[in-house]
């Protein structure tokens, strides 16, 4: 009896320790606004932004001109993704969404184009951190192409990627 008790305990103890060291891999995403600077933001959208203004909790970041995020004429949006949110954004139930694959960022990357010339997302991810990027312009007619916004947000995922 005494042999067995033993052995559960020894048991109980390791499966505790490997669990307790498991959650140390799990990886925790980043405080968004520490993916990119003002600088960053500036250069992608050509005028000068303030610096990144955290929204819900630490997983959203905005930079725009103004620091109270009422211009809405060119902002810069960073946010941090489970790896759920990531494989639906890569497979979304709306078809006129389009995914487009990137190369060169994190472990993958696409963007999401959508109809009606809105802005694409570009999303990638490094490891279990997933992160969307978005150009937001409401300024008519658009002060860049479709093809301006995702070399710019190429760009700043770079700049976000290099920092995970």
């Not at 995403?29 to 990119?36: I, N, S």
């Not at 211009?71 to 759920?84: E, F, K, Q």
């Not at 006129?96 to 997302?121: L, W």
Request: include cysteine.
């Amino acid at each position: 009896m005494d042999m067995q008790r033993r052995i559960v305990s020894i048991a109980t103890c390791g499966l505790i320790l490997a669990s307790t060291s498991a959650t140390r891999f799990v990886a925790t995403p980043p405080a968004a606004c520490t993916l990119l600077t003002a600088a960053d933001a500036t250069k992608a959208l050509e005028v000068q932004i303030q610096p990144g203004k955290e929204y819900m909790n630490s997983t959203a970041c905005m930079w725009s001109p103004d620091p109270a995020l009422s211009d809405s004429s060119r902002t810069v949006a960073l946010n941090t993704h489970s790896l759920i949110s990531f494989k639906a954004a890569k497979n979304p139930a709306i078809t006129t969404i389009k995914i487009e694959p990137v190369s060169g960022i994190g472990d993958e990357a696409f963007y999401q184009i959508y109809p009606n010339n809105q802005s694409p997302f570009i999303w990638f991810r490094k490891g279990d951190v997933g992160i969307s990027i978005r150009i937001l312009t409401r300024l008519k007619p658009k002060p860049f192409t479709l093809d301006q916004e995702k070399a710019k947000e190429l760009v700043l995922a770079k700049a976000a990627v290099a920092k995970l």
